[in-house]
Nanobody, 123 residues
Framework: QVQLVESGGGLVQAGGSLRLSCAASRRTFSSYAKGWFRQAPGKEREFVAAISWSGDSTMYADSVKGRFTISRDNAKNTVYLQMNSLKPEDTAVYYC????????????????WGQGTQVTVSS
């Protein structure tokens, strides 16, 4: 069974940093583009960042540009989201997802999803 497992969430003060990880259970996921999404209470799931299978191309939501960095290590079958200068509005459940093909912004393009990890930023 295909699995994506996120880790690294937690409680942090505003201005702090966290690094999320997403480990894939299948080796073939190294050829998939990966994305990070988040969902705050009462809000729709929104795009955060995405990275191509090779790592050469990345995309970010305007709200996180300059603060978040997405990266991947295909040898470890893992994608990361480094989050710096965190704000209370970054509080959400963060999900990683995989799509076969080019990087995408729309959540509907992603076929495989993790269970999510909670990030809480206190003011």
């Amino acid at each position: 069974q295909v699995q994506l497992v996120e880790s690294g969430g937690g409680l942090v003060q505003a201005g702090g940093s966290l690094r999320l990880s997403c480990a894939a259970s299948r080796r073939t996921f190294s050829s998939y583009a990966k994305g990070w999404f988040r969902q705050a209470p009462g809000k729709e799931r929104e795009f955060v960042a995405a990275i191509s299978w090779s790592g050469d191309s990345t995309m970010y939501a305007d709200s996180v540009k300059g603060r978040f960095t997405i990266s991947r290590d295909n040898a470890k079958n893992t994608v990361y989201l480094q989050m710096n200068s965190l704000k209370p509005e970054d509080t959400a459940v963060y999900y990683c997802a995989a799509v076969d093909g080019f990087i995408r912004v729309g959540a509907g393009h992603y076929r495989y999803w993790g269970q999510g990890t909670q990030v809480t930023v206190s003011s």
